[in-house]
């Protein structure tokens, strides 16, 4: 079993950046590929950004794309997504999700454990 929690969210203005961090319990985060997931409201959950269990693939939605950084430390059992140049419809509640895997997972129903979630809100 993993346990995730979120953290980092807040408001910023249009333009500037936040780092989210997910912090994971449990001995089995090095064989856990991670992925990060945002629900905004009145809107579906939708992929945002995954990474494989070693860190060393990574995959991203295509408006995140040169923005949005994915990374891991599994020293630290800790995930992160790193958020620059942030628009307004980046708004929504970021969930991290994770899965006794090798590959790269982009779908939510491949993820096991979620944690509760972070607000991120940008301003116009």
């Known amino acids: 079993q993993v346990q995730l929690v979120e953290s980092g969210g807040g408001l910023v203005q249009a333009g500037g950046s936040l780092r989210l961090s997910c912090a994971a319990s449990?001995?089995?985060?090095?064989?856990?590929?991670m992925g990060w997931f945002r629900q905004a409201p009145g809107k579906e959950r939708e992929f945002v950004a995954a990474?494989?269990?070693?860190?060393?693939?990574?995959y991203y939605r295509d408006s995140v794309k040169g923005r949005f950084t994915i990374s891991r430390d599994n020293a630290k059992n800790t995930v992160y997504l790193q958020m620059i140049s942030l628009k307004p419809d980046d708004t929504a509640v970021y969930h991290c999700?994770?899965?006794?895997?090798?590959?790269?997972?982009?779908?939510?129903?491949?993820?096991?454990?979620w944690g509760q979630g972070t607000q991120v809100t940008v301003s116009s």
């Open positions: 990474i494989t269990d070693s860190g060393s693939r990574t």
């Open positions: 999700a994770g899965a006794i895997s090798t590959k790269l997972l982009l779908n939510s129903y491949e993820y096991r454990f």
């Open positions: 449990g001995r089995t985060f090095s064989a856990t590929a």
